[in-house]
């Protein structure tokens, strides 16, 4: 597509229930990220995939949160029993993922998650 | 463990002025830096980047400069427009460590006219 696109735009939830982001990158691009914003906070990386592999999750907050990418293409980010404290924008970003010269990432307009 | 800090949240500028938003970092290996720009409800997009072994790019009224030996890097804007009244976000990118984007808390900008 011609930008990346994530769905739901907006999910409100129940603490404990388990919800899924989607991430659709832009086509082409090989490498796919998601990162979170919480209020008032800047961009927290969460997970990287290159292709349908994840070299870095590093960024992950817990084993409730999970990933997965298929085809090379769209991205699920799963969150588990979910907490007030995920609440948060989930963003999605995707490049050509170059080896070297400046990562451009294009970003989505983010998943914003409230948990109550 | 911050490798990227912007210590001013928010920086308040009078239309058609010069605005300066500020970045430090910690990790020597970064290889290139990028700035973004995001706007309520939208993603962050890209704005300018500069390569470490660079001290300055320039791109129409956006120019960055770095200064390895104070880890430190600036975003400038001249002159300053009520459209750029956004968050700034500064980012790096280290190779050697995967390629990731570390990105620091970002800075609201607001352009007064």
């Known amino acids: 597509g011609a930008g990346v696109s994530q769905s739901p735009s907006n999910k409100v939830t129940e603490k404990g229930k388990d919800v899924e982001l989607r991430c659709d990158p832009i086509?082409?691009?090989?490498?796919l990220y998601w990162y979170r914003q919480s209020l008032g906070q800047g961009l927290e990386f969460l997970i990287y995939?290159?292709?349908?592999?994840?070299?870095?999750k590093s960024g992950l907050p817990s084993d409730r949160f999970s990933a997965e990418r298929t085809g090379g293409s769209v991205s699920t980010l799963t969150i588990q029993r979910t907490q007030q404290e995920d609440s948060a924008v989930y963003l999605c970003?995707?490049?050509?993922?170059?080896?070297?010269?400046?990562?451009?990432?294009?970003f989505g307009a983010g998943s914003r998650l409230t948990v109550l | 463990d911050q490798q990227v800090k912007q210590n001013s949240p928010s920086l308040s500028v009078q239309e058609g002025r010069i605005s300066i938003l500020n970045c430090d970092y910690t990790?020597?290996?970064?290889?290139?830096f990028l700035w973004y720009k995001k706007y309520p409800a939208e993603g962050p997009t890209f704005l300018i980047s500069?390569?470490?072994?660079?001290d300055k790019n320039e791109d129409g009224r956006f120019t960055v400069f770095l200064n390895k030996s104070a880890k430190h890097l600036s975003l400038h804007i001249v002159p300053s427009q009520p459209g750029d009244s956004a968050v700034y976000f500064c980012?790096?990118?280290?190779?050697?460590?995967?390629?990731?984007?570390?990105f620091g808390q970002g800075t609201e900008l607001s352009v007064k006219p």
């Open positions: 970003a995707s490049s050509l993922a170059p080896s070297s010269g400046a990562n451009v990432l294009t």
């Open positions: 086509s082409g691009h090989t490498a």
């Open positions: 995939f290159q292709g349908n592999s994840a070299p870095d």
């Open positions: 990790n020597s290996m970064f290889d290139y």
């Open positions: 500069i390569s470490s072994i660079k």
């Open positions: 980012a790096a990118i280290s190779y050697n460590q995967g390629g990731k984007l570390i």
